[in-house]
Each structure stands twice: as C-alpha cells, then as structure tokens.
C-alpha cells in the first residue's frame, strides 16, 4: 500500500513563505496525478492544487492562484506545494492525496501569524 509522508509546515509570519513536501513510497506514484488539500479549524477540507502525473498541468483553487506553485520529482517520489505571500487565512493542516485512490496521511500543520 502506498503511503504518503507530508512535511515542511511551520509557522510563518502573513508574506512570508513556506515549501511543503509530499513523500509517496510505492512505484504508483510517477503515474497518478495528486493533489494537495487543507483543512482549517472549524471548516471542512478543501481543495488547493493539483498536478498531472508528468508535471505538465495544473490547477488551482482560486484562493491561492499566484501564490502557491504545485511541482512533482517523479524520479524522488516528491511533490511540492510552494507557498508565497502567505495570510493568515492560509493557516491549516495540510494534505497531500492521490487523485483518484488512496486515503489521507497525517497532514502538516501550517501557521500564518498576522
């Protein structure tokens, strides 16, 4: 079975910026697009980016179109959530899925302090 390791959350002052990693084990993880969610406190997840299986397309929840940047390292069954000119409305645990299967990891935690 899969399994996806997220990390890089912190907490970081409103404009400042964090990368968030995605570990996938497996040999599943160059042929599945994957995405990135967020859950806040008190609110129900919600979708952030997501990234085809080469790297080539992708989308964004209008919330964080230009500042955050999606990537993937097939060959190091990676994927990162760059994240820019962070608000405090950014704050959330942090979730890293495969698209269409699999289940959730533990997320990572970030803070963005006003």
């Known amino acids: 079975q899969v399994q996806l390791v997220e990390s890089g959350g912190g907490l970081v002052q409103a404009g400042g910026s964090l990368r968030l990693s995605c570990a996938a084990s497996g040999r599943t993880f160059s042929f599945n697009a994957m995405g990135w969610f967020r859950q806040a406190p008190g609110k129900e997840r919600e979708f952030v980016a997501a990234i085809d299986y080469s790297g080539g397309k992708h989308d964004y929840a209008d919330s964080v179109k230009g500042r955050f940047t999606i990537s993937r390292d097939n060959p190091k069954n990676t994927m990162y959530l760059q994240m820019n000119s962070l608000k405090p409305e950014d704050t959330a645990v942090y979730y890293c899925?495969?698209?269409?299967?699999?289940?959730w990891g533990q997320g990572t935690h970030v803070t963005v302090s006003s």
């Open positions: 899925k495969f698209i269409s299967f699999g289940s």
